[in-house]
């Protein structure tokens, strides 16, 4: 190993990893060439493809390397958080509709694809190279929005010649679709503040009811990493890279292989901007059937984070006021910057960047706030979500002699789903507590508690 | 497709690719996934030379989940007794 490995976690979760490959994943990654400070983990850290979930790794610029392991197959899976001016009181009674609304204006699911969205090959490498840009051009959402994404929903490395006509075969269709799986479009409310001034400065009222999406880019994302990798094991053996694990396959950065992946896997990114960018319209759609155009109107976002990417950011490395640019790789993890960092738009830069951490459907998700706790110890970046701790076949057991939906509904919680597969296998239960994972993450200081949100709906796919 | 029954009424042709059985296990399937994703052709079962299925008749099949990827991880295909026992691992 050419560095240490570095998990954040309780007791309670340390021992939940005894014997889990995801440790060993932690060093395998320490292992890997230009690897700039330790390997880290996030407290909802899970064994993945090559590199765990939950992880983080920043690489020199002149050293480095770069692996599609180390972003994800989900390319910018990531998450966006819209607060309504509407509260929980008034949304009640009109719950059903308004969940009936969201499910026939949002498809999701397998085999979902949009018929009011249709995208020819032109305006397919403009979504790719524009992101939410080009949504807002076409009157998916407002300007205003774009200051309210991480990169402004558009990454500018993004070369759409760079991904393969199978890729962009495979996403043509599913622009403004929420997927399935553990993709979601989620109505809650704020039930809890812990920071009552950036609460309020995020438009996070007591009960204001919020509209949480998470998706990311589809099957055209996951085609762009499916390309690279054979690609960049090829690589790994040119340049003479040793790999403990053949799913860390990874190219130097600045090599052909490097740069060809770099272009595709940011293009990727857009299109998951821009698909967020369309279903946050759609969302705020529904809002206008059942509330009014008003409602709709006054309904903003929050913000939309990655928590599947790789980035060229400029850090101190070792707190010695040296700046260096590195490629810091997120793969289940989110970027958590502080206040008064240059790349946040200015009505963040005294707050910090907003965290999004959705938990499971049945107890509660987060907003916190990047930290310099974070900036100093991991990069900036902070936790991406709970984490499953069961399988999907486990789940599935338990569901059985169940009724899953109906157990939400007594909850409060009502469920449109394509499938009564999909709800089993996303049963709350499958999931680590969220509050765990927040907690450690607020005591170790690399984020910080603004508000609980609790869900009373779910559109599955 | 969970239960609902697909009939092997067409073959797609699917080039074998890969350095040892595992690979071009993980091979094959993501072919058969990319026609899914892109034609709605349903597999079946494997033909002589790609798959067999037909198109999706959303009258007889019901999708039960969708298969994003066709992954490496812990790819194996092994002998026991007289049968070959294979493991891939999909992302859903």
């Given at each position: 190993?050419?560095t240490?490995?570095?998990i954040f976690a309780?007791d309670?979760?340390?021992?939940?990893?005894?014997g889990?490959q995801?440790?060993?994943?932690?060093?395998?990654v320490?292992?890997?060439p230009?690897i700039?400070g330790p390997?880290i983990a996030?407290?909802d850290?899970?064994?993945?493809?090559?590199?765990p979930?939950?992880?983080?790794?920043?690489?020199?610029?002149?050293e480095?390397?770069?692996s599609?392991?180390?972003?994800g197959?989900?390319i910018n899976c990531?998450?966006r958080?819209?607060a309504t001016?509407?509260?929980i009181?008034?949304?009640?009674?009109?719950?059903a509709?308004?969940?009936?609304a969201?499910?026939?204006?949002?498809?999701?699911?397998v085999g979902?694809s949009r018929?009011?969205?249709?995208?020819g090959r032109p305006d397919?490498?403009r979504v790719?190279?524009?992101?939410?840009r080009w949504?807002v051009t076409?009157?998916y959402?407002?300007?205003g929005?774009?200051?309210?994404?991480?990169?402004?929903?558009?990454?500018?490395?993004?070369?759409?010649?760079c991904?393969?006509?199978?890729?962009k075969?495979r996403g043509?269709?599913?622009?403004g679709?929420?997927?399935s799986?553990n993709?979601?479009?989620?109505?809650g409310?704020v039930?809890?503040?812990?920071d009552?001034g950036?609460?309020d400065r995020l438009?996070?009222?007591?009960g204001?009811v919020t509209?949480?999406?998470h998706?990311?880019?589809?099957?055209?994302g996951?085609?762009v990493c499916d390309d690279?990798?054979?690609t960049?094991?090829q690589a790994?053996?040119k340049?003479?890279i040793a790999?403990p694990?053949?799913?860390l396959c990874?190219?130097?950065?600045g090599?052909p292989e490097?740069?060809?992946y770099?272009g595709a896997?940011?293009?990727?990114?857009?299109y998951a901007?821009a698909n967020?960018q369309?279903m946050a319209h759609?969302a705020r759609?529904?809002?206008?059937?059942i509330?009014?155009?008003d409602?709709?109107g006054?309904?903003?976002?929050v913000y939309?984070v990655c928590?599947n990417?790789?980035?060229y950011?400029?850090?101190d490395?070792?707190?010695?006021?040296?700046?260096r640019?590195?490629?810091?790789?997120?793969?289940?993890a989110?970027?958590?910057?502080?206040?008064g960092?240059p790349?946040?738009?200015p009505?963040?830069?005294?707050?910090?960047?907003?965290?999004?951490i959705?938990?499971?459907?049945?107890?509660?998700?987060y907003?916190?706030?990047?930290?310099?706790?974070a900036?100093?110890?991991?990069f900036g970046?902070?936790?991406?979500?709970?984490g499953?701790?069961l399988s999907?076949h486990?789940?599935?057991?338990l569901?059985?002699?169940?009724?899953?939906p109906?157990?939400l509904e007594?909850?409060?919680?009502?469920i449109?789903?394509?499938t009564?597969?999909?709800?089993?296998?996303?049963?709350?239960?499958a999931?680590?507590?969220v509050?765990?994972v927040v907690?450690?993450?607020?005591?170790?200081?690399i984020g910080?508690?603004?508000a609980q949100?609790?869900?009373?709906?779910?559109?599955k796919? | 497709?969970g239960d609902?029954p697909?009939?092997a009424?067409?073959?797609?042709?699917?080039?074998?690719?890969?350095?040892?059985?595992?690979?071009?296990?993980?091979?094959?399937?993501?072919?058969?996934?990319?026609?899914?994703?892109t034609?709605?052709?349903?597999?079946?079962?494997?033909?002589t030379?790609?798959?067999?299925g037909?198109?999706?008749d959303?009258?007889?099949h019901?999708?039960?989940?969708e298969?994003?990827a066709?992954?490496?991880?812990g790819?194996?295909v092994?002998?026991?007794?007289?049968?070959?026992v294979?493991?891939?691992?999909?992302d859903?």
């Amino acid at each position: 190993m050419r560095t240490e490995g570095l998990i954040f976690a309780d007791d309670g979760l340390m021992r939940d990893l005894e014997g889990d490959q995801a440790v060993q994943q932690v060093a395998n990654v320490a292992h890997l060439p230009g690897i700039v400070g330790p390997a880290i983990a996030m407290p909802d850290i899970h064994w993945g493809y090559g590199f765990p979930i939950g992880g983080v790794a920043a690489f020199d610029e002149q050293e480095g390397v770069v692996s599609p392991g180390g972003v994800g197959y989900d390319i910018n899976c990531g998450v966006r958080l819209l607060a309504t001016p509407l509260a929980i009181q008034d949304v009640r009674p009109r719950l059903a509709p308004l969940m009936d609304a969201l499910y026939a204006t949002i498809p999701s699911g397998v085999g979902s694809s949009r018929s009011d969205v249709r995208l020819g090959r032109p305006d397919l490498d403009r979504v790719l190279r524009d992101g939410a840009r080009w949504a807002v051009t076409h009157e998916y959402g407002t300007a205003g929005d774009l200051d309210a994404i991480e990169a402004n929903g558009a990454l500018p490395d993004a070369d759409p010649s760079c991904v393969s006509e199978r890729a962009k075969e495979r996403g043509k269709g599913q622009l403004g679709t929420v997927g399935s799986g553990n993709h979601f479009v989620e109505v809650g409310y704020v039930a809890e503040r812990f920071d009552d001034g950036a609460a309020d400065r995020l438009g996070l009222g007591p009960g204001t009811v919020t509209i949480f999406i998470h998706s990311g880019s589809r099957g055209l994302g996951y085609q762009v990493c499916d390309d690279s990798l054979d690609t960049m094991l090829q690589a790994a053996a040119k340049y003479g890279i040793a790999l403990p694990d053949k799913q860390l396959c990874c190219a130097p950065l600045g090599s052909p292989e490097a740069k060809r992946y770099w272009g595709a896997m940011n293009a990727a990114a857009n299109y998951a901007f821009a698909n967020r960018q369309l279903m946050a319209h759609y969302a705020r759609r529904a809002i206008a059937k059942i509330f009014g155009e008003d409602a709709a109107g006054r309904t903003r976002l929050v913000y939309d984070v990655c928590h599947n990417i790789a980035k060229y950011e400029t850090h101190d490395v070792g707190g010695g006021g040296r700046a260096r640019r590195l490629c810091v790789h997120r793969k289940g993890a989110t970027r958590a910057f502080p206040p008064g960092h240059p790349e946040l738009a200015p009505q963040f830069r005294d707050l910090g960047q907003p965290v999004l951490i959705p938990g499971d459907m049945g107890r509660y998700s987060y907003v916190l706030l990047g930290t310099e706790g974070a900036f100093k110890e991991t990069f900036g970046s902070s936790c991406h979500g709970a984490g499953r701790r069961l399988s999907r076949h486990k789940a599935k057991q338990l569901a059985r002699t169940r009724n899953i939906p109906q157990e939400l509904e007594h909850q409060g919680i009502l469920i449109r789903a394509a499938t009564r597969a999909t709800v089993d296998e996303e049963m709350p239960e499958a999931y680590k507590d969220v509050a765990r994972v927040v907690d450690v993450v607020h005591a170790a200081g690399i984020g910080k508690k603004v508000a609980q949100l609790k869900p009373v709906g779910v559109v599955k796919g | 497709m969970g239960d609902s029954p697909v009939g092997a009424l067409a073959e797609r042709p699917i080039e074998p690719r890969g350095a040892d059985a595992a690979e071009r296990l993980v091979h094959f399937l993501g072919e058969v996934l990319y026609l899914y994703d892109t034609e709605r052709f349903v597999p079946a079962r494997a033909g002589t030379a790609g798959v067999l299925g037909e198109p999706f008749d959303p009258t007889r099949h019901t999708g039960v989940r969708e298969v994003k990827a066709v992954t490496h991880h812990g790819a194996e295909v092994r002998k026991e007794a007289d049968e070959l026992v294979a493991t891939v691992v999909f992302d859903v």
